[in-house]
């Protein structure tokens, strides 16, 4: 059982945005994985290590943290372990993460969110308390940022809950408005948005396993949908996902898209391409089309955030961005 007292509230608290942000750094690059922070403190509450889950196959987050503890020689001071996600209990590509943090000094163990496999909810946090240590939900933390973390933690993840619970990927539908409200460039223009648009575009696509478009944007624009404004730590190509049931998108476009490392592929209808997508792992899709095919979408009710751009009616003024976000509602 526990001997020591607590790692100081704000100290768990301070280690959770940590991790929480080493986590956010790789979203996008661990599929089919979920992206997973682990902060390692010591009694006082000093962080030790912390790291993040970087790509499937690679190290879960907690046995990257605490490996990176141990070479630093200062793993015998490991008191609390904090977790974004709630530790494996199986085995994967990997050893379960409940037997890494079973195999160190850790005493206590914070969490963000449960496994959201409803299979295997609990079972790492139980374990972990079963063998004597001191495991608490950020959530349920006496402080008054618990409840904001965990909904982080949640939201983090959202994605990854999104494909094993519902068998799709997470749906991020972007829309860029002109001043008038519509969705065409002037003529000559494939955008009319500010850079600070443009880069939160790039975050987005960062942040997607696959592009979603249409053919009628790629005959208009040609667009790259490549990640330039913002770091992209992906290694695996990033899906280019094209509905186009007439097959009018140019064979020049497909190869050079290939070239420039998308895996590019042409679907006949909506449902089809989402299973296509959830079977190879496509966590969340970020959807960059036309006003053709983004009412289909919202014809389905196929979408879990809205981010709309709205380009400002006094030219030099900010682009207002509104985020409608189904988990936060
Ligand atoms: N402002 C913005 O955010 C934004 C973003 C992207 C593009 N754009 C602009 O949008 C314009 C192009 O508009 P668009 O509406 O033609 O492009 P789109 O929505 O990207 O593509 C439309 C095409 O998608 C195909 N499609 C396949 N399945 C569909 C389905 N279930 N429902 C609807 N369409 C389906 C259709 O071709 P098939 O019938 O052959 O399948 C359709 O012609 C360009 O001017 C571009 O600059 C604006």
């Not at 080493?22 to 010591?42: H, K, Q, R, S």
Request: hydrophobic share 45%.
């Amino acid at each position: 059982m526990t001997t020591c007292p607590p790692v100081p509230a704000d100290a768990v608290i301070d280690g959770f945005r940590q991790a929480l942000a080493a986590a956010e750094a790789f979203a996008g690059a661990t599929a089919p994985n979920p992206p997973v922070g682990c902060a390692v403190l010591d009694a006082q509450g000093a962080v030790l290590a912390c790291e993040a889950h970087q790509r499937a196959g690679g190290l879960h987050a907690e046995a990257a943290a605490l490996a990176v503890g141990r070479e630093a020689g200062l793993i015998d001071r490991a008191h609390t372990l904090i977790v974004t996600l709630e530790p494996c209990n199986h085995q994967g590509r990997t050893p379960p993460c409940v037997e890494a943090i079973l195999a160190s000094p850790a005493k206590a163990v914070r969490i963000g969110s449960r496994d959201p496999n409803p299979a295997v909810t609990g079972e790492g946090g139980a374990r972990l308390a079963r063998a004597g240590l001191d495991v608490a939900f950020v959530g349920d933390l006496d402080h008054r940022d618990a409840a904001d973390l965990s909904r982080q933690a949640d939201r983090l993840v959202a994605p990854f809950t999104t494909w094993s619970v519902h068998g799709r990927p997470w749906l991020t539908l972007k829309q860029a408005l002109t001043a008038d409200g519509g969705m065409v460039p002037p003529a000559g223009a494939k955008t009319f948005t500010s850079q600070a648009s443009l880069v939160l575009a790039h975050r987005l696509r960062r942040r997607a396993d696959a592009v979603v478009t249409g053919s009628g944007t790629i005959l208009a624009d040609a667009p790259l949908f490549t990640v330039r404004r913002a770091p992209d730590p992906r290694q695996a190509p990033r899906r280019l996902a094209i509905l186009d049931r007439r097959r009018r998108t140019p064979a020049s476009y497909l190869d050079a898209a290939r070239s420039r490392g998308f895996e590019v592929s042409l679907h006949d209808d909506i449902p089809a391409l989402l299973a296509d997508l959830a079977a190879s792992g496509v966590l969340e899709a970020l959807i960059e089309c036309g006003p053709t095919l983004l009412e289909a979408f919202l014809a389905a009710d196929l979408w879990d955030e809205r981010v709309t751009i709205r380009q400002s009616p006094r030219p030099g003024e900010p682009d207002t961005v509104e985020i409608l976000d189904r988990l936060a509602a």
